[in-house]
T-cell receptor
Framework: RKEVEQDPGPFNVPEGATVAFNCTYS??????FFWYRQDCRKEPKLLMS???SGNEDGRFTAQLNRASQYISLLIRDSKLSDSATYLC????????????FGSGTRLQVQP | DAGVTQSPTHLIKTRGQQVTLRCSPK?????VSWYQQALGQGPQFIFQ???????QRGNFPDRFSGHQFPNYSSELNVNALLLGDSALYLC???????????FGNGTRLTVT
């Protein structure tokens, strides 16, 4: 079983749609959680951290369910510029970042 | 404020050769991590350097080695290159403790 699993997609959605991605992780000792965004042939960039109580950043909402070991990302009112691969990331160590990445979910927002 | 810089951008090598990739961390960052990203996959953690020592290592063979210099910059060395080593190699830096990672643009290595 992979340490971090994501649906690879692609998710093809129209502009303005709401789309949700889920991610499961296998190590119950995982300490911190993130969503990164990666555009084609570019480096990953931090989209948002995921907190136990859930958190929101504009059109993006992240949630964590420790009991079921999954993380979700909700994007509301999708924009063309949201088209990218979204990487679910967990960190087992509370110290320096040795992150474990999922394979990513590709989102294509269509006009 | 310069971000993470990596060199070279692209590299083509032959099986069996050796390669050295370089990374300069973001200003103020002291920890450097290296990741390998194969096509269609997420980045895989290779190792991490802090205070010029390897602190953590992922599931990569000894052919992969590294170094960190007193100015916090880092090198990744790969010996006896295999075709399967073809990938995007990403360097990421962070500050001691619980700070987010900042990635460089990566070095795309092709092994023929």
């Amino acid at each position: 079983r992979k340490e971090v699993e994501q649906d690879p997609g692609p998710f093809n959605v129209p502009e303005g749609a709401t789309v949700a991605f889920n991610c499961t992780y296998s190590n119950s000792a995982s300490q911190s959680f993130f969503w990164y965004r990666q555009d084609c042939r570019k480096e990953p960039k931090l989209l948002m951290s995921v907190y136990s109580s859930g958190n929101e950043d504009g059109r993006f909402t992240a949630q964590l369910n420790r009991a079921s070991q999954y993380i979700s990302l909700l994007i509301r009112d999708s924009k063309l510029s949201d088209s990218a691969t979204y990487l679910c990331v967990v960190n087992i160590d509370t110290g320096r970042r040795a992150l474990t990445f999922g394979s990513g979910t590709r989102l294509q927002v269509q006009p | 404020d310069a971000g993470v810089t990596q060199s070279p951008t692209h590299l083509i090598k032959t099986r069996g050769q050796q390669v050295t990739l370089r990374c300069s961390p973001k200003s103020g960052h002291d920890t450097v991590s290296w990741y390998q990203q194969a096509l269609g996959q997420g980045p895989q953690f290779i190792f991490q350097y802090y205070e010029e020592e390897e602190r953590q290592r992922g599931n990569f063979p000894d052919r992969f080695s590294g170094h960190q210099f007193p100015n916090y910059s880092s090198e990744l060395n790969v010996n006896a290159l295999l075709l399967g080593d073809s990938a995007l190699y990403l360097c990421a830096s962070s500050f001691t403790g619980d700070s987010p990672l900042h990635f460089g643009n990566g070095t795309r290595l092709t092994v023929t």
